[in-house]
């Protein structure tokens, strides 16, 4: 079911979810703090310098900061929704499904803030009891609005 498509055959709990995902959401503004930026690199081992060396970056990066892992802005993209989907009755638990389509389309310096837009895709019926959520997501730079990301974001919605 495409996102313009009548949800009278939706269970209740998803309707209310179609609902919500249609209307494009603004989430709140994130700080990408050095320290952030630090603890993804230990997270997932990757310390390249552009990243986690203030002192290089101030020398041999353009605007003289560290930047964001793609990864990390990649990884906001799903924190306002888990708090969302998870308060909506009828619904099981929710699996990241993984993406279709992501594109890193500029640094963002270490400091600076972001917020994730997100607006429905489709929600479309799996097998019985489950549904496919797949999300047009944006990660932006505040204040101005650049783009810094995009990606289509899957989850899947167990009824239960």
Avoid: C
Avoid at 16 to 25: F, S, V
Avoid at 118 to 137: D, F, I, M
Wanted: glycine fraction near 10%; aromatic fraction near 4%.
């Amino acid at each position: 079911m495409s996102a313009a498509a009548s949800s009278d055959a939706l269970p209740a709990a998803l309707q209310a979810l179609q609902q919500w995902a249609a209307n494009e959401r603004l989430g709140g503004v994130t700080r990408i703090a050095q320290p952030r930026i630090d603890a993804f690199a230990d997270a997932t081992g990757d310390h390249n310098w552009i990243h986690v060396d203030p002192v290089r970056a101030a020398a041999g990066l353009p605007g003289g900061q560290t930047i964001a892992h793609g990864f990390l802005l990649l990884s906001l993209t799903v924190e306002e929704d888990v708090a969302a989907l998870v308060g909506f009755p009828g619904i099981a638990h929710v699996l990241n499904y993984g993406l279709n389509k992501v594109r890193f389309l500029a640094p963002v310096p270490g400091g600076s803030e972001v917020r994730v837009r997100s607006r429905l895709v489709s929600l479309e019926a799996r097998q019985p009891g489950q549904w496919l959520l797949t999300q047009h997501k944006t990660v932006e730079v505040v204040p101005g609005g650049e783009v810094a990301l995009v990606a289509e974001q899957l989850s899947l919605i167990v009824a239960g």
